[in-house]
Every structure is written in structure tokens, then in C-alpha cells.
């Protein structure tokens, strides 16, 4: 996050120049920074969308669009939260979907079988944390590769899933529960979960940004060696970060379930390569060290949005799934690009002021 | 990964900027095509009468050649019928929760019909209530929702029929005994698991066929390749397989795909449902001898009749009563708003040529 420009980039034969540079800009900080930084340029498209939105397509503008678009996007928002923090320590968990499919499974099995609606739930919930133990245990603990751990369990669960439930679908969940899943605040259009799914937010970004753990994040995704020299255990905070992970991909599992009365093996599939998506076109850096919960909740609505509203105009979903690839490809290159012409005029810049001197 | 690292300047945040613009801009291309006709839905303007009534198809999937010739069937039966406008719109992928977005943005756009293959019963059901309480009719066709949350189901053929059919077709094709397998399309489709299900119990029930064992259920999720690698996988496991059933297009072709080209071709049978011009090839090579189905195209065709029906308020989804589909003639609402579309047909080397889905 707080890189400078000249320590690394500056060339030795600096040294010998009691001057530095006139010319050379410093990096911006305070306000201008925050307002010119990635995450905000996502948050711009954002809103510039959801304006152009409200504005060319009919019917947009109005409190059924802000209830169907959340509840669209709610188990994305849900699992980009601890995903931020995975990926901003320079690491990932693709098993995300899987857990919550995991989760639904489970609830389907044991609703069925009789038991009381709140045990299931807290069982469930307590199977996710379970998975991100498994995760955590073999990352952080036998230190595991966390992209070949999570491939594998990625598998492994769906096809625990699939042992625990079979094909078939557990759908007579209690009505007020399921009810009380697609309700609205009023007439505000905002479903009754976004209470939950906000406070889920909230943690996550305290946690990331105002307390000591969170910039131990992002040490670790800069160095792990170097964070682990300035006292920040790595393995413990790795671990309680899949555990988390898990937990919330269970709240996603059930929230999933729930709304689509549905307890199936295959659900929320494929939905990891869509948190991921979000997670990176809200500015985090896939190599770990960058990125803020805000953009990454702008990232995560800014692709929900561009889906409802090319729906609500019903463009065919081919274009629509090309478009969303499109945003994430140019959000990923256009900063390296940027950063590549930047480095080119530094480099020119020097080397004018080496040949002023040297004439 | 150190091209990351550096810093971006105002160049690098400009340079995000006009691309995220830039894909902005693309997306609001599309959407300037997508009040009028885009991809795969089109809307058409019908002649005379209808005025703004809308009817809107939803697939269990897109790009599907058999859910292709129902939307054509679907398509002519909502000119005929009168709708001002008809759109097909769904996911690219048969997954049970994928439809409930399509059935919100439908609710919102003020849809008046919105017709509809679920790819699970329950999962749409919501979603489905919430278009009623909109004033929107539902038309459940090709695989039925739960009861509850649509006003009628078009349903090709009665379940039973279908499952019979194939069986006689399997047990004549491999001569009355020996070890047969089925592959399915999703492990939750509605249609197959019921025609499964009578499979099953004519197997158990029914003398003729007591010589026949039934050894695998897989599952190819109407997904081409997984349909041949399950095929594939069935013969390597059953060396004494004699017969597949494939109640499903997909599977059906991508199986007859894996036997012409391996030893099993002429040894083990296949049969099931397929489209006659997906087939024609392996019904000439010799591969296949007879499968079934019905015209799917009659399937959206009555769909579009019966959603037209409910507006009108000719019918209600009860039993008994009757409207008419366009040239096919009257059709009744039976039992549990079931509405039956016409018997399978049997396709093989004689007859294939003369149809054309």
C-alpha cells in the first residue's frame, strides 16, 4: 500500500549525485491519494454505472431492482469478505463454493431426518468452520501450498456433498424461515439478510484495516519471511483466516438454501471463480499486499449490477458473461500498463539528467 | 508480479479509468441492441390484435439443440396466438438456482406470460410467486416445477408412455435379456428422474422383461463431453453391457458419438431420446436402430397457447377445461393442470429422413 517512489526504483549511480531529482513527483498521500487510488476508480465506475443504468434502462430505478440485485449477490459478498483478507495476504482459497455446497447438503440431510431447524443451522454453520480448519490445518500448520490444497478440497467437499445428500433435493424448509430469507425492509426494497451480510462487512474491515492483525496481512502478502522477523506469526494468523473463510462460505451455504428453498449438492457451484472476480476487480492485488474491503464491496456490486441491469435489457447472457470477462481483464492490465509507461519515463528522465550532467 | 508492485501514477488511474469507461461503454452497446433483438432473443412484432402483451420463454439452458426447436415451436405459437412481443432469455448453464435472476428481471420488465422449464422444481418457486403476485401468468413446459407455483405444465407426452416406449425399444434391441445402463442428463431433472422412475418399476413389474438387469445410473449433465466421458466410462465398467438408454438429446448423441468409433459400435444398443437430425447419422451407420421422441416444436407452440388462454381468462388451470392451440386443436387441462401435447414418435433408417429437428 505505502510505496514510495524512489527507494527501489532510483539507481545506484545515484550516489555520487549530492542532488536529487527536481523533476522527480512524489508519491501523493493523504486525501488525494485515497481518492485517486484503484479501489476508488472502482467505486467511480460504480456509481457511473448504476447512473447510466437508472437513466437508459426502464424500470432500474426503483426499490424491486435494489431487492432482486442483492439478493443476487449476497453469497458473493458474503465469501469476497474473508477471500480480501486471503488474497491480500498473497494467498487463495478456491474451495469457498464447495464449502457452501457442503453446508447446504448437510442442512438437507438433517432437516430431513427431523431435527430442530436451530440445530441444523448451528451443526451446519459449525461443518464450515470444520472445512476451514481442514484448509488451515494443512496450509498453515504442514504448510502446504494453499492454491493445491484448495483445488484439492474444492473437489473433496462437493463430493462429501454429494455422499451426504445424493441427487436428490430437500425443499420443505419451514415457510416463515424461507419467508423471512426473500423478505424486505419495508419499502425499501433492501432485503431483511442485509443486516447479517452488513455486519459480516464491518468485521472484516475493521479487522483489515484498524487493527494490528490486518496490517500483519498485508506484511505477509508483501514478505512472508519479513513478516515473520518483525513478530507476526504467519502460520496462526494463515489459519484463523481459513477458518473464517469456511465459516462464512457455511453462512453463504445457508443463506443459499434458504432462499432458493433448495438443499442441493450442487449448489453455489463455480460460485469461487465468482467472488474471485469481484475480489480483483475491487483492486486487490492477486499477489497479495493491496487492496480495501470498500473496493472490493464496489467490485462485487459493480459486477452484480452490470448483470441485473444487461438482464432487466435482456441482453443474452453470452454478451453478458463476455462484457463481465472484459471489465476484469482491462481492470487487471490497465494499472500494469500505467505502472509499465510510468517506469519508461522515469528511465528517460534519469537518463536525460545523467547525460546533462555528464555534457 | 514486480510490474505489479510498482507504484501507479495518475497515468496508470487515468489509464484504469478509460478502460473501465471503455467496458462501460461496450456494456451500454449491448443494451442499446437489447431492447430490440439480441443473440438468441429476438422479439417479434405480431401482425394484428395483441396489442402490448408479452410472453417471455425460459430454458432450462441456451445454445441446446432440442430447447432450440422448442423456443422455434414457442416462437410461431406466440405469433398465432397474438403477443405483441415474445423474448427467450436464460442461463448458459442448466443449474437448479441460475433461473431465478432471469424470473426477477422478467418480473420487473412486466412480462404477462412467462413460460418456463425448471431445472428444479422448488428452486424457482419463489421467484415465481413473486412474478404472480405481479399480475404475470405462469406455463410450466418441457420439466413441470412444483405444482404450486405455476398455473399449467405442458407436458410433451404422458411420463409413463415415454418411459415405456424405451423400454420396448432397449429390450427389442438387445433381444430380451443381458445388462443395460441408463445415462441421464442432471442428477435433479424433473422429466428424467420420473421417466427413470417408470423405467425401473416396468423393469420389476413386467415379466417380458425379466431377463433384463438394470447395472448403472450415470449422469452426463446434458453437458456434452461429461455425457461421452460417462459413456465411456459406462463400458469399461460393465463388459457385459448390452444396452443404454439415454432419455436425453444430449446424452443420446454424445453416446452414439463414442460407439461409432469404438469396437462396442453394433454390439452394444443405444436408444432413448433424440432429435432425428442429431441422430441421422448413427441411425445410417448403423450404430443406433430406433430412438423416440416427441416434436418438441409442438411443445413451445401449445406452451405459447395456453399462457395466451390464462390471460384471456378462457382458462384457469383447472381441471376439465379446454382451449384451442392453433392448428394443433383443442387440448383439455387434465388433472393437476396438465396438459398433454401428443404421443412420442419412433424414429429409425425408414422414417428419419422425413423430419427435420
Known amino acids: 500500500m505505502s510505496e514510495t517512489t524512489s527507494t527501489s526504483t532510483a539507481p545506484a549511480p545515484m550516489a555520487d549525485s549530492t542532488k536529487p531529482l527536481a523533476s522527480e513527483p512524489k508519491g501523493k498521500t493523504g486525501a488525494a491519494r485515497i481518492l485517486a487510488s484503484r479501489d476508488a476508480v472502482t467505486i467511480y465506475a460504480l456509481i457511473a454505472f448504476l447512473l447510466y443504468a437508472a437513466i437508459a434502462i426502464p424500470r432500474f430505478a426503483s426499490p424491486v431492482t435494489t431487492g432482486f440485485l442483492l439478493l443476487d449477490v449476497i453469497p458473493v459478498l458474503l465469501i469476497a469478505m474473508p477471500m480480501t483478507l486471503i488474497i491480500v495476504t498473497g494467498e487463495i482459497d478456491l474451495s469457498v463454493a464447495s464449502t457452501a455446497g457442503l453446508t447446504s447438503a448437510l442442512m438437507g440431510v438433517l432437516w430431513a431426518g427431523g431435527m430442530d431447524i436451530w440445530l441444523v443451522l448451528a451443526i451446519s454453520l459449525l461443518a464450515g468452520v470444520a472445512a476451514g480448519m481442514f484448509n488451515g490445518f494443512l496450509i498453515a500448520v504442514l504448510g502446504l501450498p494453499s492454491l493445491a490444497v484448495t483445488i484439492g478440497t474444492l473437489a473433496l467437499f462437493r463430493g462429501l456433498a454429494l455422499v451426504i445428500i445424493g441427487d436428490n433435493a430437500v425443499a420443505n424448509f419451514p415457510k416463515p424461515l424461507t419467508a423471512f430469507f426473500t423478505s424486505k425492509l419495508g419499502g425499501t426494497g433492501i432485503p431483511t439478510v442485509m443486516i447479517g451480510v452488513v455486519l459480516v462487512m464491518i468485521f472484516f474491515g475493521v479487522l483489515l484495516h484498524f487493527t494490528p492483525f490486518g496490517r500483519g496481512l498485508f506484511a505477509m502478502g508483501y514478505s512472508k519471511e519479513a513478516a515473520g522477523f518483525v513478530g507476526i506469526n504467519v502460520a496462526r494468523s494463515k489459519f484463523w483466516l481459513y477458518v473464517g473463510s469456511g465459516a462464512v462460505s457455511a453462512l453463504a451455504g445457508i ?12 449448489n453455489a457451484s463455480g460460485l469461487e471463480l465468482a467472488v474471485i472476480a469481484a475480489v480483483l476487480l475491487g483492486g486487490v492485488s492477486i499477489f497479495g499486499g493491496k487492496g480495501s474491503i470498500p473496493g472490493v464491496i464496489a467490485g462485487v456490486l459493480l459486477i452484480g449490477t452490470l448483470n441485473y441491469a444487461l438482464r432487466l435489457a435482456r441482453v443474452s447472457d453470452v454478451v453478458l458473461i463476455t462484457v463481465t470477462g472484459l471489465l476484469l481483464i482491462f481492470s487487471v492490465v490497465a494499472p500494469s500498463v500505467g505502472a509499465a509507461v510510468k517506469d519508461w519515463r522515469h ?11 555528464a555534457a | 508480479m514486480m510490474l505489479n508492485r510498482k507504484n501507479t501514477g495518475p497515468t496508470g488511474r487515468l489509464a484504469s479509468l478509460v478502460a473501465v469507461t471503455a467496458a462501460a461503454a461496450l456494456a451500454l452497446t449491448a443494451c442499446g441492441g437489447g431492447s430490440g433483438s439480441t443473440g438468441g432473443s429476438s422479439s417479434s412484432a405480431a401482425g394484428g390484435g395483441g396489442g402490448d402483451l408479452k410472453i417471455t420463454f425460459i430454458p432450462k439452458q441456451l445454445n441446446n439443440p432440442y430447447t432450440d426447436v422448442v423456443l422455434g415451436g414457442g416462437k410461431k405459437g406466440a405469433q398465432e396466438a397474438g403477443f405483441g412481443s415474445s423474448q ?13 435472476s432471469f424470473i426477477n428481471a422478467e418480473t420487473q420488465a412486466g412480462t404477462n406470460v412467462i413460460t418456463i422449464a425448471a431445472n428444479d422444481p422448488d428452486a424457482v418457486c419463489t421467484a415465481l410467486g413473486e412474478a404472480r403476485s405481479a399480475g404475470a401468468k405462469i406455463v410450466a413446459f418441457d420439466s413441470d416445477t412444483n405444482p404450486d407455483c405455476r398455473d399449467v405444465f405442458i407436458s410433451q407426452v404422458v411420463a409413463k408412455e415415454v418411459a415405456l416406449i424405451q423400454t420396448k425399444l432397449i429390450s427389442q434391441q438387445i433381444g430380451g435379456s443381458g445388462e443395460i445402463a441408463i445415462l441421464s442428463a442432471t442428477a435433479n431433472a424433473t422429466n428424467q428422474n420420473e421417466w427413470i422412475k417408470f423405467m ?23 453437458n456434452d463431453t461429461k455425457s461421452f466421458q460417462e459413456a465411456q466410462g459406462l463400458l469399461q465398467a460393465h463388459p457385459n453391457l448390452k444396452g443404454i438408454i439415454s432419455p436425453t438429446t444430449v446424452g443420446i448423441a454424445a453416446t452414439a458419438r463414442y460407439l461409432s468409433t469404438s469396437a462396442y459400435k453394433g454390439k452394444v444398443a443405444l436408444t432413448g431420446l433424440g432429435l432425428p437430425n442429431e441422430m441421422r447419422p448413427f441411425v445410417k451407420d448403423g450404430t443406433v436402430k430406433e430412438f423416440a421422441l416427441w416434436d418438441p416444436a409442438q411443445l413451445g407452440y401449445v406452451a405459447a397457447f395456453a399462457g395466451k388462454a390464462l390471460i384471456d381468462g378462457k382458462i384457469t388451470g383447472a381441471e376439465g377445461d379446454t382451449f384451442t392451440a392453433g392448428e394443433l386443436g383443442e387440448r383439455k387441462v387434465e388433472k393437476g393442470g396438465l396438459v398433454i401435447v401428443g404421443p412420442p414418435t419412433v424414429f429409425n433408417a425408414d422414417n428419419i429422413d422425413k423430419y427435420n429437428f
Open chain 2, 200 to 222: 425401473e418399476e416396468e423393469l420389476a413389474s413386467n415379466p417380458a422383461y425379466k431377463d433384463i438387469k438394470l447395472v448403472a445410473k450415470v449422469y452426463g449433465d446434458d
Open chain 1, 255 to 266: 443463506y443459499w438454501t434458504l432462499r432458493y428453498t433448495s438443499a442441493r449438492s450442487d
Open chain 2, 88 to 100: 427467450v432469455v436464460g442461463p448458459l448453464e442448466a443449474s437448479a438456482s441460475s433461473q431465478v
Open chain 1, 347 to 357: 528511465t528517460r528522465r534519469v537518463r536525460r539528467s545523467f547525460s546533462q550532467k
